[in-house]
């Protein structure tokens, strides 16, 4: 069964932290992808990873960096969190770039 | 561009009532389209896919029809549960499978 694993459910920081959000997949895939949800505006993309250390910013990725170093884990990176990011994160992966994304359950992130 | 639109939520239902949640897109050729499911505190799951127009895709009760004609991948359920309360998000890859878009998601509740 496929699985994506994100490293905490719920995540309460202090502005100008530094955030690190972890997500593993176990299903050999190429692809890991970082969103945000948030209510009325629904899923963006934040940033993308075709292979190990290839990156591409996706529709905001302002204030975020990521990191893959190796294939199964995905990192975001919230250099100096900021209470505009207080969001839902989510983590998926696919094999392919159109195939069907595989979900994690995603990071409440709460900044203060 | 290529975008996905769904119909504004939030719907609500009484169970046993038949549900329709319409989905439109907008992409060259044919894409492939999806529609996920988000239960209360949980990733994205898969919940069907078509590849091809006129194809059907189905699960657990819930059905879409990929209809070139009118570009559209409306999701449909005869007898809704309690446990259909979720938010549902269409979804389409393009033609080359280069991207993933997601609609806005539309939440549904069922009441007993």
């Not at chain 1, 990192?75 to 994690?104: D, H, K, R």
Request: aromatic letters at 12%; glycine letters at 8%; charged letters at 20%.
């Amino acid at each position: 069964d496929v699985k994506v694993t994100q490293s905490s459910r719920y995540l309460v920081k202090r502005t100008g932290e530094k955030v690190f959000l972890e997500c593993v997949q176990d299903m050999d895939h190429e692809n890991m992808f970082w969103y945000r949800q948030d209510p009325g505006l629904g899923l963006r993309l934040i940033y993308f990873s075709y292979d190990v250390k290839m990156k591409e910013k996706g529709d905001i990725p302002e204030g975020y960096s990521v990191s893959r170093e190796k294939k199964e884990r995905f990192s975001l990176i919230l250099e100096s969190a900021s209470t505009n990011q207080t969001s839902m994160y989510l983590c998926a992966s696919s094999f392919i770039i159109g195939n069907p994304q595989y979900f994690g359950p995603g990071t409440r992130l709460t900044v203060l | 561009g290529n975008s996905v639109t769904q119909m504004e939520g939030p719907v609500t239902l009484s169970e046993e009532a038949f549900l329709t949640i319409n989905c439109t897109y907008t992409a060259t050729g044919y894409p492939s389209l999806f529609w996920y499911v988000q239960y209360p505190g949980e990733g994205l799951q898969l919940l069907l896919k078509a590849t091809k127009a006129d194809d059907k895709g189905s699960n657990k009760g819930f059905e879409a029809t990929y209809r070139k004609e009118t570009t559209s991948f409306h999701l449909e359920k005869g007898s809704v549960q309690v446990s259909d309360s979720a938010v549902y998000f269409c979804a389409l890859s393009d033609e080359a499978g280069n991207q993933f878009y997601f609609g806005t998601g539309t939440s549904l509740t069922v009441i007993p």
